[in-house]
């Protein structure tokens, strides 16, 4: 079984928490939106100072959206050697790429503030979800 199909769990008490999957290529986001469809990946950076300020406030996405069958992931652009294949409008970090039906949708450039309600406002967009953050 691919490593793809299996959901990061945390275990809290008798809890299971789901998490962002972290991918080491990013060959393997693509294999995730041609098997799911519903893929969200955060495009990160460890050297990305910005980046470390906006994971704190979307950690819970995956536990938040559980029910709406979404793949989250996460990749390390300044760390993968495949970065190429990511689509273009990745050349600002952090950012989010919103899949549908093994299309990208939507590409998520974060703003200053509230990082996560623009990030939840695509989901609702792209998802046609009920979910909002404010």
Not at 121 to 126: D, E
């Amino acid at each position: 079984m691919s490593t793809l199909c299996i959901k990061k769990l945390d275990i809290i008490g008798n809890n299971e928490r789901r998490t962002w999957t972290p991918l080491k290529q990013a060959t393997q986001l693509l294999e995730a939106v041609e098997r799911q469809e519903r893929v969200v990946c955060f495009c990160t950076g460890k050297s990305c100072f910005r980046c470390q300020q906006v994971e704190p406030k979307v950690e819970g996405f995956p536990e938040e959206y559980r029910s709406d069958g979404i793949g989250f992931y996460s990749v390390d652009v300044e760390s993968v050697d495949d970065a190429e294949v990511l689509p273009q409008d990745v050349c600002v970090i952090p950012m989010f790429l919103v899949y549908n039906q093994g299309v990208l949708r939507e590409s998520v450039r974060v703003p200053q503030k509230r990082p996560a309600r623009s990030v939840a406002q695509a989901l609702k967009r792209v998802f046609h979800l009920p979910h909002s953050q404010d």
